[in-house]
């Protein structure tokens, strides 16, 4: 069974700071993507990495997926209240699999 | 109306009741998933579909019976359900079903069975 760690579980931080979340597994998956869920809505796809080593940088958030394939780390520089909600990552495993492996996510809490 | 549309946004329902949720996608997408979300837990998958055809059950109960009548449409019907049932229940869809594709969610369905 493919599980994916992440860390930390909640993040409570004040607006204009920076953080880190991780994501981290034993498993080598094949891509890994990075959802955000608000409130009363399901989650909406950020990134998808495919490469080892990988960067992809949107606006202010700067995903990395690790060399090894194994894990996976979002970067937001300056938080903004609207960076509030629930960041899951999700590996995808090798072909002919329908499943992807979500993580339990980390809350993030921005305050003004 | 575009993505993915979940009905009803909110359901309470006794242990006894039958009742159906439904997803709509309009994206033209050929693979349509449900997902469970239980606080503390990550999503867990349910049921896939592929061109209406069911590709993946994950060891659900019984008392959850997914239908899929058309590429576009997925139901899934509830009976005998019990209080641990209590979750989100999140309805998404791909373009063809490879795990690499990004998934559209719908905004779920909030369910509590007392």
């Known amino acids: 069974t493919q599980l994916l760690e992440q860390s930390p579980q909640f993040l409570s931080i004040q607006e204009g700071e920076n953080l880190t979340v991780y994501c981290n597994s034993s498993s080598v998956f094949s891509s890994l993507q990075w959802y955000r869920q608000e409130p009363g809505e399901g989650p909406v796809l950020l990134v998808t990495?495919?490469?080892?080593?990988e960067v992809k940088k949107l606006k202010r958030l700067t995903f990395q997926f690790g060399d090894a394939r194994k894990d996976s780390s979002l970067h937001i520089t300056a938080a903004q209240t609207g960076d509030t909600g629930l960041y899951l990552c999700?590996?995808?495993?090798?072909?002919?699999?329908?499943?992807?492996?979500f993580g339990k996510g980390t809350k993030l809490s921005v305050i003004p | 109306e575009t993505g993915v549309t979940q009905t009803p946004r909110h359901l309470v329902m006794g242990m006894t009741n039958k009742k159906s949720l439904k997803c709509e996608q309009h994206?033209?997408?050929?693979?349509m998933y449900w997902y469970k979300q239980s606080a503390k837990k990550p999503l867990e998958l349910m049921f896939v579909?592929?061109?209406?055809?069911?590709?993946e059950n994950n060891s659900v109960p019984s008392r959850f019976s997914p239908e899929c009548p058309n590429s576009s449409h997925l139901f899934l019907h509830l009976h005998t359900l019990q209080p641990e049932d209590s979750a989100l229940y999140l309805c998404?869809?791909?373009?063809?079903?490879?795990?690499?594709?990004?998934?559209?969610f719908g905004s779920g369905t909030q369910l509590s069975v007392l």
């Open positions: 999700a590996g995808a495993g090798g072909a002919g699999s329908y499943q992807l492996t």
């Open positions: 998404a869809s791909s373009r063809t079903g490879s795990t690499n594709e990004k998934l559209f």
């Open positions: 579909y592929s061109l209406e055809e069911r590709v």
């Open positions: 990495v495919v490469t080892g080593g």
């Open positions: 994206l033209g997408h050929n693979a």
